[in-house]
């Protein structure tokens, strides 16, 4: 995973392997956007995690299982465990406060105290969040279905939402959200925004000009 914290700083977390096979936790960070790595330490245990830096020396990594959030303030150079009160695997932090992370249920939850506590957020009651981006505190962009109806149940399977697909962007900090309906998720449901308006999806493969409501394949 990349996260761009500015154009020139960009951190990276990854599985590292050695020759017996066993992963470990590795992140990068490069302060020359791209044209030389520095290694940074990792938490001991963690060896899987999604990355969110909402500044440049300070982030969060959120194991994919459990309930406990990592978090430096000093560039990676110490790590300090944050218990949450509820699973916290994919969260993203907005500032060193501020935070979302969707929930079991397909919903989605925030945190205004660094991630010790969470609270379910309702934006739609139809909406299956399944990914999420923003540019600073004030705009966001939420992916999600629009669930019509739900899949047969077959044992040992749980429904599946079935519906169209959304995006809700926001730029008053989520106070108000404007709906955007795809045809098609342009390569993923994975986005990254540059400014207000310009963004990219599916491994930088789409682009939209426009906030997220059109989409073109970027010429390779």
């Given amino acids: 995973q990349l996260v761009r914290v500015s154009q020139r700083v960009v951190w990276a977390v990854g599985t590292e392997w050695n020759?017996?096979?066993r992963g470990r936790l590795a992140i990068l960070r490069t302060s020359n956007g791209g044209r030389s790595w520095r290694k940074l330490a990792a938490p001991r245990g963690v060896t899987a995690a999604t990355l969110s830096v909402p500044a440049v020396d300070v982030a969060f990594l959120a194991p994919v299982l459990g309930s406990r959030l990592f978090r430096t303030t000093d560039g990676a150079k110490t790590w300090t465990a944050v218990r949450s009160n509820q699973d916290v695997a994919g969260a993203q932090f907005v500032t060193a406060k501020l935070g979302v992370a969707p929930r079991q249920?397909?919903?989605l939850a925030h945190t205004t105290d660094g991630g010790k506590t969470w609270k379910p957020v309702r934006i739609a009651p139809s909406l299956r969040v399944v990914g999420f981006a923003h540019l600073d505190d004030r705009h966001?962009?939420?992916a999600g279905l629009t669930c019509r109806?739900?899949?047969p149940r077959v044992a040992g399977k749980p429904s599946a939402c079935?519906?169209?697909k959304r995006i809700l962007r926001t730029s008053d900090g989520g106070r108000s959200w404007e709906a955007i309906r795809l045809a098609a998720w342009p390569g993923s449901?994975?986005?990254?925004f540059v400014t207000a308006t310009v963004g990219y999806a599916g491994n930088g493969s789409?682009?939209?000009t426009d906030g997220g409501?059109?989409?073109s394949p970027v010429d390779s």
């Fill in 149 to 151: 109806r739900r899949s």
């Fill in 189 to 192: 449901a994975d986005f990254d």
């Fill in 105 to 107: 249920d397909g919903g």
């Fill in 162 to 164: 079935i519906g169209g």
């Fill in 19 to 21: 020759r017996n096979g």
């Fill in 140 to 142: 966001w962009w939420l």
């Fill in 206 to 208: 789409y682009r939209t």
């Fill in 213 to 215: 409501r059109t989409w």
